[in-house]
């Protein structure tokens, strides 16, 4: 019984030890990523890619920051836009629906590859499904949804 | 200064992320292994086995899977290592619980910003199934 409980003591520590050593140094890049010039390079590349599912411009925000870092701090940013009246109800639903499927995907994935699997898997299924079924919920809602 | 608060916000961040994160997988891990080596963890095993196979996954690997959809990531990595899961597995599971997890808390997130949390949810429990049978062919189909 000892033994037993010392392996899964020491399992768990180890793994513990692991992911920090994969966590701290991805969360110093993604600041400094946030603070540098190519953040809103980036914003509008995203922004090509997310208009011709439905999205505006001001949803890519919100969106950029929920597909890097999860869905809470993604809300977040995208609670205070929609308060402000910035985002249609399409907007809302179509980051739903994409933000259910996919998101914090860094962190997500590479928490997976850190004890062994395959992260390009992982990452294109979600962003495949994601994409997918966002156009779906576009094509459908499209004109039940007002589009001021 | 700029590279010295970017630095600064960046550990902060993460220790905090990684704070969080074994608060849940050292108990997690601890419970998985100990009950892995029960009669218990069998019995259950053996009896979820079926509705495990189809996604290439052990019965034991289901409480990973629920731990996933329940608490976290985090509670499905630590209910999952302990079982020597295969690469596939792995990648199985990461998938499946990528799409699906934390529900509860999620789903009343998303719910304040407009969306129904049983929407959400139900979609995600149903969308992460049929991505991880349809991962799982895939495998199947590429690597036998």
Same mark, same amino acid.
């Given at each position: 019984?000892? $033994? /037993?409980? #010392? !392996?899964?003591? %020491?399992? #768990? *520590?180890? *793994? #513990?030890?692991?992911?920090i050593l994969i966590i701290v140094p991805l969360m110093i890049?993604?600041?400094?990523l946030e603070n540098s010039r190519v953040f809103n390079r980036i914003l509008d590349a995203l922004y090509i890619l997310l208009k011709p599912l439905g999205f505006s411009k001001q949803a890519s925000i919100s969106m950029l920051t929920g597909i890097f870092l999860g869905i809470t701090y993604g809300s977040g940013i995208l609670l205070a836009q929609s308060d402000k009246g910035k985002l249609t109800? %399409? $907007?809302?639903? *179509? #980051? +739903? &629906?994409?933000l259910s499927m996919c998101h914090a995907v860094i962190e997500d994935t590479l928490v997976f590859v850190v004890i062994g699997g395959n992260g390009f898997y992982i990452i294109i299924t979600r962003l495949i499904i994601a994409t997918a079924l966002t156009y779906m919920f576009y094509l459908y809602f499209k004109d039940k *949804?007002?589009?001021a | 200064m700029s590279i010295q608060n970017n630095l600064k916000n960046g550990i902060k961040n993460g220790l905090s992320v990684s704070l969080k994160l074994i608060k849940v997988i050292i108990p997690f891990y601890i419970a998985t292994d100990i009950l892995s080596h029960t009669?218990?963890?069998? /019995? /259950?095993?053996?009896?979820?086995?079926? =509705?495990?196979e189809p996604l290439g996954l052990t019965g034991k690997m289901a409480v990973a899977i629920i731990s996933g959809y329940l608490v976290?990531?985090?509670?499905?990595?630590? +209910?999952? &290592?302990? =079982? !020597?899961?295969?690469?596939?597995? /792995?990648?199985?599971?990461? =998938?499946?619980?990528?799409? +699906? !997890?934390? =529900?509860?808390?999620?789903? +009343? &997130?998303?719910h304040k910003t407009g969306t129904n949390a049983a929407f959400t949810i139900t979609l995600r429990i149903i969308v992460s199934i049929v991505a991880g049978l349809g991962l799982n062919a895939f495998f199947r189909f590429v690597y036998g």
């Open positions: 019984m000892v $033994d /037993i409980v #010392s !392996h899964a003591v %020491i399992g #768990s *520590l180890k *793994l #513990s030890v692991k992911l890049a993604y600041e400094f109800k %399409i $907007d809302i639903l *179509l #980051s +739903a &629906v994409y *949804l007002n589009k | 009669q218990a963890a069998n /019995i /259950i095993g053996k009896a979820l086995a079926p =509705l495990m976290n990531l985090y509670a499905a990595i630590a +209910a999952l &290592v302990p =079982l !020597h899961p295969t690469w596939q597995q /792995i990648t199985i599971v990461g =998938l499946m619980t990528g799409i +699906a !997890h934390n =529900l509860i808390i999620e789903g +009343a &997130v998303l």
